[in-house]
Every structure is written in C-alpha cells, then in structure tokens.
C-alpha cells in the first residue's frame, strides 16, 4: 500500500485560488496516474482530475477545465492541483487517489488520501 495525505485546503472567497498537494509515502509511485476527486455535503463523489505519472498526460471534468491544473513531481512523489477562479460550487473535500489506469472513475483508484477541505464563499 501507499499512503496519501492531501493538503492546502482551506477558505477563500469567490474568484480566488489554491494549491492543494498530495504527498505520496511508502513506496514510490507504481501507478500509471493520479486523480483528485472531491465530495460535497449531501453530493456523490465526482472526479475532478486526473493525471498520467510518466508521461504527465491529462484529465479534467468538464466543471474545471480552463481552472484548475493538475501536475506532478515524480522526484517528490507529489501531485498538485492549482485551483483558479474558486466558484461556491466547487466547495467539497478533495481526495487524491492513484491508480493503476488513467480512469475518471473511482473504482478504478487503489489508494486514498484523508481528505482536505476547499470552502468558497459568494
């Protein structure tokens, strides 16, 4: 197993941005990608993100694209996602998850972070 632990969530105001980070342990990365999801009150789980480890090749939900970033540092065995104009909408606990296969899918994701909360207020 690998263990993941998120970070870098917090409160922001519409329009403003974070960074959040997931910090891989353990063992180093044998999955083909990583994938952020997140889950708000009362909402299912929805993928946000999704990015290859070798090749950095990327998957965003139609709701983010054009704001959010995905990226990788393979040598810190770190994903990022650099969240832009912040919306209400996107306020949720963000997990990072890797998996053995580029998917959008949960399912398809081994391994989990705790879990960071994003709150954007109007």
């Known amino acids: 197993q690998v263990q993941l632990e998120e970070s870098g969530g917090g409160l922001v105001q519409a329009g403003g941005s974070l960074r959040l980070s997931c910090v891989a342990s353990?063992?180093?990365?044998?999955?083909?990608?990583m994938g952020w999801f997140r889950q708000a009150p009362g909402k299912e789980r929805e993928f946000v993100a999704a990015?290859?480890?070798?090749?950095?090749?990327?998957n965003y939900a139609n709701a983010v694209t054009g704001r959010f970033t995905i990226s990788r540092d393979n040598a810190k065995n770190t994903v990022y996602l650099q969240m832009n104009s912040l919306e209400p909408e996107d306020t949720a606990v963000y997990y990072c998850?890797?998996?053995?296969?580029?998917?959008?899918?949960?399912?398809?994701?081994?391994?989990w972070g705790q879990g960071t909360q994003v709150t954007v207020s109007s």
């Open positions: 353990g063992r180093t990365f044998s999955s083909y990608s």
């Open positions: 990015i290859t480890l070798s090749a950095g090749i990327t």
């Open positions: 998850a890797h998996a053995e296969v580029v998917s959008r899918g949960p399912l398809a994701y081994n391994d």
